[in-house]
């Protein structure tokens, strides 16, 4: 039996936040929790396009670290999350 997997990477594609395409400054991240909202939309547009079909959640430095927030808040929701050199560090609680 052949089994199909979609993977999500980043945010989606209409909005482009942080790829110099958004409006305001670049480089310039007021609010993570943007990134956040359009991540989870897009899973969204995702899964009512595929319903059925596991999602596998991927993301690469600031969305390592995104993606992380993204898993941490919504477990049910995926299933596999990887992250590639996420960028993140020890909490001050814990050194």
């Given at each position: 039996?052949?089994?199909?997997?979609f993977?999500?990477i980043?945010?989606h594609?209409?909005?482009?936040?942080?790829?110099?395409?958004?409006d305001?400054?670049?480089?310039?991240?007021?609010d993570y929790?943007?990134?956040?909202?359009?991540?989870?939309?897009?899973?969204?547009?995702?899964?009512?396009?595929?319903p059925?079909?596991?999602?596998?959640l991927?993301?690469?430095?600031?969305?390592?670290a995104?993606?992380?927030?993204?898993?941490?808040?919504?477990?049910?929701?995926?299933?596999?999350v990887?992250?590639?050199?996420?960028m993140?560090?020890?909490?001050a609680?814990f050194?």
């Amino acid at each position: 039996m052949e089994i199909i997997y979609f993977v999500v990477i980043g945010s989606h594609p209409i909005h482009r936040n942080g790829h110099g395409e958004s409006d305001g400054r670049k480089v310039d991240v007021t609010d993570y929790r943007i990134y956040l909202r359009d991540m989870l939309q897009h899973v969204n547009i995702m899964k009512q396009r595929y319903p059925g079909l596991p999602v596998y959640l991927y993301g690469h430095s600031m969305g390592g670290a995104l993606s992380m927030l993204l898993a941490h808040e919504n477990p049910s929701l995926f299933q596999c999350v990887v992250l590639s050199a996420p960028m993140i560090s020890k909490s001050a609680e814990f050194s």
